[in-house]
């Protein structure tokens, strides 16, 4: 008698040799120009379609959470800019929302407008980012170099408040950071922001809303980005939650989530905007998304540049700081989805333990789902247009 | 002097010598004009130090430093067929320079053969064998992905080109490229105004052939790390770099043979201009200029197919149009 185990191994024999075809194993990483940084795919081929992929995650793992316990909060900031290196200063956010909570400090409205504003520029130049690097991977070259170009303005302007393009490191507990060479007088009063920034933001979100037209021109109508794109990599609703997916991508499927409408870590009641939302959940929507994103945010920042009070920029907050005995979990709308910190304090300057959720991880956990059954030149589109960074994933 | 220019192997050798100069002056032309065109459509400057003035010699600079580095052969690489493939693809390309006629008669072209284009479209074949090699002995996948992608390509887009080859040689009655160029003298006008879908048809089988964007699928660098050019570095590299540019220079130029005219002055018929012979150069390169300049325009522009889809594209639209150009040709051909 044989059992079902060597039946099975037989019948699958037999399969071989009728067919005499084998698959093919392709390991795609950690070095390859479209991964985003070290991702590393071992997918398995049948000529050129995928049956079965696996990443490998880790080549990019920098031991955040470990080095945060033996810094003090401070330093832990200028560490978490560098997790999403995109979108350096929209990481910053939820940690010292985390700190400040804990502590108990009310955070002057005008700080609070002030970080909104960086929120949604750094949102633009990240969005901007993949508006390049998206068609980049189909081939297109020229949207990358437009999106550059214009993503150059906004990291201008980023840069001459924080003083970094894309670490600004610029909250401190309690509020933000004083602007260089301001004085003692002046960084209670309301000359924190270098001259003329209103207006040159004002200008700077005329030009994206410009840039945004041209990037749709170039492509939307274009019968070959549309067909590389739609219904090409498919995630429906119900798949994306189960997968923990959020972000544009999650948005991208037509769940209108976005923490900014939910939760109140910065004053985003007080400003209108809409959710864009994808019908198909494809590739195409999720660069649609992206697309009306860069819009909303840009006319986030112009509604906030009216609504900026004059006050301080600082709490009242000790000279060492120490955050009392306690645990909190801070989530905020970064540009690649939902970012947390889960915090655990002691009592000390440092924290006792932080616990980072990061967009990218959660929306590049569901990788062998998406691609199984696509084909290797979708495999890098449909990974493109999930927009992950690997210091995102790895941490 | 007289006696020396009459002597068929003097003639022929100094003929040879043009071709081989032609190949890589047309490359580093080409190649400049993509790198300062596509500089300026993606808002950027381009080469600008190298030689002094606007970069011009960038490639110069380019191509010493190709044959400075190492040249390494993959340990696993079937090494006579790694090292053979760039040679076969640039040959292909020269060898297509042969039947181009730079102006009338037999003094602009090297051989003015009776099965010109016929020559042309069986020579421009050889080199995917080259890709095809170098993808295959590569010893590796990326490569492989690539060579056979051009295999692949090769079979579509062979098809719907001489498909639209042949309404002009319906037209022209003859498949000698100097003929062809003096039917369209005779009828008055380039064949791309009767020959207008062969011509498109044409085009875009040449973009594909020349594995340029949209049809860039076995190079794709996003993709395959640049598919069969993986393995390759200095010189051998230069070859299928060179190949490339030359490829372009010799499809643009049968193009503009076949359908604008070739040598042939654009529109002096109209004004009852007669030009002498010796302008023939100016006016086909000005006409392969354009065609050149439209090739990088849609590579600038375009983000790049896929496999599949290039292969419905050539199956479902280009033969069956091709096929329908013939018969409509064919049918008005007799009628008038």
Redesign the interface.
């Known amino acids: 008698m044989l059992d079902a185990q060597a039946m099975a191994q037989i019948s699958e024999t037999s399969v071989a040799v009728e067919l005499e075809t084998s698959d093919m194993t392709l390991n795609i990483g950690p070095q390859h120009p479209s991964t985003h940084g070290v991702l590393r795919l071992v997918a398995k081929v049948d000529g050129e379609v995928i049956t079965d992929v696996r990443p490998i995650l880790g080549y990019m793992h920098r031991g955040y959470e470990k080095i945060s316990e033996v810094r003090t909060y401070p330093q832990v900031i200028a560490l978490i800019n560098r997790i999403d290196w995109t979108s350096g200063y929209a990481n910053e956010i939820p940690f010292v929302v985390a700190a400040e909570r804990l502590m108990g400090i009310e955070v002057p409205e005008r700080a609070q407008w002030i970080r909104l504003i960086l929120t949604e520029m750094t949102r633009i130049s990240a969005h901007l980012l993949f508006m390049g690097s998206f068609p980049l991977e189909l081939g297109a070259t020229t949207p990358l170099m437009f999106a550059l170009r214009d993503r150059e303005r906004v990291l201008d302007v980023l840069e001459s408040v924080t003083g970094g393009r894309f670490h600004p490191n610029f909250n401190r507990i309690g509020g933000i950071k004083p602007a260089a060479g301001a004085g003692k007088e002046q960084k209670k009063l309301t000359q924190d922001l270098p001259a003329g920034f209103f207006t040159e933001t004002e200008a700077a979100m005329d030009g994206v809303i410009a840039s945004t037209d041209q990037l749709e021109k170039l492509l939307r109508k274009n019968e070959i980005f549309v067909a590389r794109t739609k219904g090409i990599g498919v995630l429906p609703p119900e798949v994306a939650l189960s997968y923990g997916v959020t972000g544009p991508n999650l948005r991208a499927s037509g769940v209108p989530y976005d923490l900014r409408n939910e939760t109140d870590y910065l004053p985003y009641d007080q400003v209108d905007f809409e959710i864009p939302v994808g019908t198909e959940g494809d590739s195409f929507d999720r660069w649609w998304v992206r697309l009306a994103e860069i819009r909303q945010s840009a006319n986030i920042v112009k509604q906030a540049i009216q609504k900026v009070p004059s006050g301080p920029l600082q709490a009242k907050v000790p000279k060492i700081i120490k955050v009392p005995k306690g645990e909190t979990y801070v989530r905020a709308e970064v540009p690649k989805g939902v970012m947390g910190y889960y915090l655990v304090s002691e009592g000390g300057q440092g924290p006792y333990r932080v616990k980072i959720r990061t967009a990218s991880f959660s929306n590049l956990s569901m990788l062998p789902w998406i691609l199984e059954g696509v084909i290797v030149p979708d495999l890098l589109a449909v990974m493109g247009s999930l927009d992950f960074v690997l210091g995102d994933v790895d941490r | 002097m007289e006696s020396l220019l009459e002597n068929f192997w003097i003639v022929l050798v100094l003929k040879l010598l043009t071709v081989a100069l032609l190949v890589p002056v047309a490359g580093l032309i080409i190649g400049y004009a993509e790198l300062k065109i596509?500089a300026h459509?993606?808002?950027?400057v381009g080469p600008y130090f190298a030689g002094g003035r606007y970069g011009w010699a960038q490639l110069i600079a380019d191509g010493v430093k190709f044959f400075q580095k190492e040249d390494i052969i993959p340990a696993e690489a079937d090494r006579p067929v790694f090292k053979y493939a760039p040679i076969l693809v640039l040959i292909s390309a020269v060898s297509l320079f042969v039947v181009i006629p730079f102006g009338p008669g037999d003094a602009l072209v090297v051989r003015n053969l009776d099965l010109g284009i016929f020559f042309a479209l069986a020579i421009s074949s050889v080199g995917t064998i080259g890709v095809l090699m170098a993808g295959w002995s590569s010893a590796n996948?990326y490569s492989l992905?690539g060579g056979l992608r051009a295999a692949g390509q090769l079979i579509a887009y062979e098809l719907p080109m001489v498909l639209s080859v042949i309404g002009v040689v319906i037209l022209a009655e003859t498949m000698s490229l100097n003929g062809i160029v003096e039917a369209q003298i005779e009828w008055g006008m380039p064949f791309v105004i009767p020959q207008a879908v062969a011509f498109v048809v044409f085009f875009i089988a040449a973009l594909a052939e020349m594995s340029r964007?949209?049809f860039?699928?076995p190079i794709?660098?996003?993709?395959?790390?640049t598919g069969y050019l993986t393995e390759y570095t200095g010189f051998r590299f230069l070859f299928f770099f060179l190949g490339e540019f030359a490829n372009m220079f010799t499809f643009a130029a049968i193009a503009a043979t076949l359908f604008l005219g070739g040598y042939a002055p654009a529109g002096a018929e109209v004004f009852g201009i007669t030009i002498p012979g010796l302008t023939g150069p100016i006016w086909l390169s000005l006409k392969i200029g354009v065609l050149v300049f439209v090739m990088i325009w849609t590579r600038?522009?375009?983000?790049?197919?896929?496999?599949?889809?290039l292969q419905t594209f050539a199956w479902k639209w280009l033969v069956p149009i091709g096929l329908a150009n013939i018969v409509v040709t064919a049918v008005m051909k007799v009628l008038f």
């Open positions: 596509s459509m993606q808002a950027r996948k992905i964007i949209p860039d699928m794709a660098e996003s993709e395959l790390t600038w522009t375009w983000p790049r197919l896929r496999e599949d889809q």
